[in-house]
Nanobody
Framework: QVQLVESGGGLVQAGDSLRLSCVKS????????RAWFRQAPGKEREFVAA????????FYGDAVKGRFTISRDLDKNTVFLQMNTLKPEDTAIYYC????????????????WGQGTQVTVSP
């Protein structure tokens, strides 16, 4: 079974940047859409960004558009989330996930999930 492992979270101040990484344990072309979701305490899981490993097409949630960038390194089976101009409302656990072809913003459409990495942004 393919596993996803996130890293790169931490505590930063508003306006700072962070880069999250998500490594897939093995290449699996059946799961070519990679995405990031986040979940803050007491809130539902929220779509952040997604990328197609086949076409490099990207899509972003409205809350992060223009500040976050998703990218991938196929040779390393890794997806990155570059987060700039962080805000306190970005505080959440960030989860990496994947599914078959086709970007979706619904967490229900994704199959495998990482354990999450905490991002905390202080005012």
């Amino acid at each position: 079974q393919v596993q996803l492992v996130e890293s790169g979270g931490g505590l930063v101040q508003a306006g700072d940047s962070l880069r999250l990484s998500c490594v897939k344990s093995a290449r699996n072309d059946d799961f070519s859409t990679r995405a990031w979701f986040r979940q803050a305490p007491g809130k539902e899981r929220e779509f952040v960004a997604a990328i197609s490993e086949r076409t490099d097409t990207t899509f972003y949630g409205d809350a992060v558009k223009g500040r976050f960038t998703i990218s991938r390194d196929l040779d390393k089976n890794t997806v990155f989330l570059q987060m700039n101009t962080l805000k306190p409302e970005d505080t959440a656990i960030y989860y990496c996930t994947m599914r078959g072809p086709g970007i979706s913003t619904s967490s229900l459409d994704y199959t495998f999930w990482g354990q999450g990495t905490q991002v905390t942004v202080s005012p």
